[in-house]
């Protein structure tokens, strides 16, 4: 049990050790107490709650104020979550059937966790109560992948048979709504009712500040990205639809990538071979497309060539050769870009620009690579109008290049751009521009 504060300004009503996690992640100080109302005394059957976003916030209604009556001084959080497919509750499953028979259910369908939470304080006679409601869609799930799962013994106590924060996340295709939500409490709503309050003003810690900005900003934030790419190709007589978004979610967790991919990215850029076969391992349902923006090392090649779609960083003919040879193994046609140093930057990765076409030549014989353009990262400047005439040399060898019209290569591409210049980048021509930052927040 969560050890108590001093003093117990904040308590938590239930020993959900996934609503205490969510609230300790958020950086607050809190005491948990669990309520002793008997859960069994309200129905759906019963008038006043037979609707179940009714029934599921009287619930919390009940357990907070059951609290609150025991610490007049202390405001309370009271929750309860209820997983609803159709008119059908599911509850907790009883036995391996039960639980076997909610997966099934679920499996392929979209269904709706409802969380009713109550924050109240007896003594100064305030209180506070509605329900959030979240969509989830399962994938299509196999017996073998039930059955896996229940043996993992983690369904016997979630409602709905799964636990979207544990080993149910590779379940999950998709979310509407608050992830937290359906871990067990919808953390941005409590927190933003605490604040008003002046319950917790100086509590929150930073990863609590991270939680509810991201709970919150990343569609608006994807939005943003989406309006400023089309404001700036309209202003220049540029067709939209000619620049891609590459999400660049290195170091970003899965469930985050989810959440983005809901909102609406359908292409990811990944810098690491690792971290992006386990991504790509637990979001394998998704419609999106993989690119790989890293440094390749040559003993990767056989795993990048099975996990991505386009390699933006090719730089020599021994990485092109082995991409090559693996492509081949699994007869594919592997696209590339050619990494452009355009800064001759000894610190980057890439061919210098006066090299390029001589590389083009030779990789164009290669029958399972596609050369569809050229890629580079300029220096950093604060200033984006700084970094423009690097996009405007890359752009200029890219015209090169093609003029030479040498066989097996398109050169369509430019990837060049990221949060902090890609309006000047896509001015200048890119096609595909690689933003992280300003879609997924800072990272740690």
Request: overall charge positive; hydrophobic content about 40%.
């Amino acid at each position: 049990m969560q050890k108590p504060c001093d003093s117990p300004i904040l308590i938590l009503a239930s020993k959900s050790p996934r609503r205490r996690y969510l609230l300790e992640q958020a950086g607050l100080c809190f005491s948990v107490i669990p309520s002793n109302f008997n859960e069994k005394s309200v129905s759906l059957s019963q008038p006043e709650t037979y609707i179940p976003e009714t029934y599921v916030k009287v619930l919390a209604e009940k357990k907070a104020y059951d609290v609150s009556k025991r610490y007049p001084e202390s405001w309370v959080i009271g929750a309860d979550t209820i997983v609803l497919i159709g008119n059908t509750i599911l509850g907790k499953p009883g036995s391996k059937a039960e639980a076997k028979s909610m997966l099934k259910c679920l499996g392929g369908q979209v269904h709706q966790v409802l969380t009713g939470y109550c924050i109240c304080c007896e003594a100064k006679n305030k209180g506070f109560s509605e329900t959030i409601k979240t969509e989830v869609l399962f994938k299509n799930l196999t017996d073998e992948e039930i059955e896996w799962y229940i043996n993992t013994k983690e369904p016997f106590d979630k409602a709905g048979a799964y636990a979207i924060q544990g080993l149910g996340t590779f379940l999950v295709k998709s979310i509407n709504g608050s992830y937290t939500n359906v871990v067990g409490l919808p953390v941005c709503e409590v927190i933003e009712f605490l604040i008003k309050e002046g319950v917790i003003e100086g509590q929150r810690s930073e990863v609590g500040e991270q939680m509810i900005e991201n709970d919150q900003s990343l569609k608006k934030r994807l939005e943003n990205i989406i309006d400023r790419i089309k404001t700036a190709a309209l202003s220049y007589k540029r067709k939209p639809e000619t620049i891609r978004l590459v999400a660049v979610s290195k170091t970003i967790p899965a469930d985050r990538v989810r959440e983005a991919i809901n909102a609406g990215v359908n292409i990811l850029g990944e810098n690491y071979i690792q971290e992006a076969r386990e991504k790509f391992n637990a979001l394998s349902s998704y419609n999106v497309s993989w690119h790989f923006i890293g440094h390749l090392q040559t003993n990767k090649a056989k795993y990048a060539v099975r996990l991505f779609d386009l390699i933006h960083t090719v730089d020599s003919l021994k990485l092109a050769l082995e991409l090559n040879k693996q492509s081949k193994k699994i007869n594919k046609i592997q696209q590339i870009l050619i990494q452009i140093n355009i800064g001759k930057e000894s610190s980057k990765s890439g061919i210098y620009k006066q090299d390029a076409l001589k590389l083009v030549k030779e990789i164009s014989g290669l029958e399972n690579l596609a050369v569809k353009g050229l890629m580079t990262m300029p220096p950093f400047f604060d200033n984006p109008e700084k970094v423009r005439p690097y996009f405007s040399a890359l752009r200029n060898l890219r015209d090169h290049i093609k003029e030479e019209a040498v066989e097996n290569v398109s050169m369509e591409e430019l990837s060049m751009g990221m949060t902090g210049d890609f309006e000047a980048a896509i001015e200048e021509g890119a096609t595909l521009v690689r933003i992280g930052t300003a879609i997924f927040g800072k990272r740690n």
